[in-house]
Structure formats: C-alpha cells, structure tokens
T-cell receptor, first 117, second 113 residues
Framework: AQSVTQLDSHVSVSEGTPVLLRCNYS??????LFWYVQHPNKGLQLLLK??????LVKGINGFEAEFKKSETSFHLTKPSAHMSDAAEYFC???????????????FGAGTRLAVHP | ETGVTQTPRHLVMGMTNKKSLKCEQH?????MYWYKQSAKKPLELMFV???????ENNSVPSRFSPECPNSSHLFLHLHTLQPEDSALYLC????????????FGPGTRLTVT
C-alpha cells in the first residue's frame, strides 16, 4: 500500500531564505508523486509532478523537488522564499488504484509554511 | 472559462435545509471527485465518478448524495446536515490514466448552523 508522510506540520522562514519542506513516501512500485499548494480559502493548485522521468522536477513559482528512491523522499525546495509563498503544502502519492477505473491520490497531512519579513 | 469551477463559493444552511453544490470542469477529463476538507484533518475522498459512473463511495453518510449527469458536471446534494459537516468541499477532475494529476476547484465553504 502507498502512504506519504510530511515530516513537519509547520515551517517558518524569513523572506529571501531557502525553503525546505520534507516528504517521505512508501510505495510497493514506482510511484507518481506530486506537490500541491493551497492558499487560504482556495482550492489546491498543482506545483509539480514526478512520473519516473528526470529525478529533479521543476515546478511553478521557482519550486523544485528531487525524487530520491534510496531515501524514499520527495522534498520540496525553493532557493529564496517570498511572502506570497505562505500557504499549506501537500505531498501526494498516486496509489495503484487504477484497476477501479480511476486514479486515487494519497495526501499527506500538509505543511503550513509561514514567511516572515 | 477554464479549469474547474464550483458554485456557490460560500453556503450557510440550517440543519433542515436542502441545498446542492455544483462543480463543472472544462478540461476534457472523464473522472470527477468530491473531497471534504475539515480543519486539522487530512483531505477526505468522498466520491469518485468515472465516465459518469460512481466508482467509489467512502462510507459517506446518506445525507450527502452525489449526481454526475455527464463527464463535465458533478453535483453534491445536501439534506439534513449536521454541524460537524461544516467544511470546505472540494471538487477535482482528472484523466483516466495511472499517475495522472487531479485538478481542483476553489471549493465551497459550507457552514451548517
């Protein structure tokens, strides 16, 4: 069975400093992995996606994530935080539920990122 | 209009009311989903429709009744709700392809009084 663990429920950084949001996954096969962002009172927006191509995935707004199979990790990084990055971030793994005719996603509990001036 | 839209964005209803949430996707997808997002809880998958057929119902109480008349529209009919049903209800859509991402609407913030 697939699962995903976000190692920090809250992360606080200063504007202009690097961001690291940690995610570990468990999967019995080569998974698809995603990061989504949710700003207050908004829906979830796809930041980036890994599907067994390049292990370093670039997303929107300067974010990127690296798939490390040996560490079963998919951490999200950004070199320099901006105030507008303050939001909740979800690490997501795709379950092997396609036999049911749909693509089930397993969501982490989320990491709330605060950015201070 | 592009992406996934949801109406209304905010809804306040009494426990005896009947209301409906609407979702529409303009992405040509063939699977649609309802999720419930409550404070301090993980995102909960409620229903899945695949080519208009319901393929998953995650033990959702019968006071929530989904409807999918075609692959672009999804409804969630609500009746005799409880205060604990207050939450953000998110609609999503995707292609029927393993590993494909889901695209989410902005959600309906529901308050049950």
């Amino acid at each position: 069975a697939q699962s995903v663990t976000q190692l920090d429920s809250h992360v606080s950084v200063s504007e202009g400093t690097p961001v690291l949001l940690r995610c570990n996954y468990s999967s019995s096969y080569s998974p698809s992995l995603f990061w989504y962002v949710q700003h207050p009172n908004k829906g979830l927006q796809l930041l980036l996606k890994y599907t067994s191509a390049a292990t370093l995935v670039k997303g929107i707004n300067g974010f990127e994530a690296e798939f490390k199979k040996s560490e079963t990790s998919f951490h999200l990084t950004k070199p320099s935080a901006h105030m507008s990055d303050a939001a909740e971030y979800f690490c997501v793994v795709s379950a092997s539920y396609f036999s049911g005719g749909y693509n089930k996603l397993i969501f982490g509990a989320g990491t709330r990122l605060a950015v201070h001036p | 209009e592009t992406g996934v839209t949801q109406t209304p964005r905010h809804l306040v209803m009494g426990m005896t009311n009947k209301k409906s949430l609407k979702c529409e996707q303009h992405l040509g997808h063939n699977a649609m989903y309802w999720y419930k997002q409550s404070a301090k809880k993980p995102l909960e998958l409620m229903f899945v429709y695949n080519f208009k057929e319901q393929t998953e119902n995650n033990s959702v109480p019968s006071r929530f009744s989904p409807e999918c008349p075609n692959s672009s529209h999804l409804f969630l009919h609500l009746h005799t709700l409880q205060p604990e049903d207050s939450a953000l209800y998110l609609c999503a859509s995707s292609l029927q392809r393993e590993g494909h991402e889901q695209y989410f609407g902005p959600g309906t913030r529901l308050t049950v009084t």
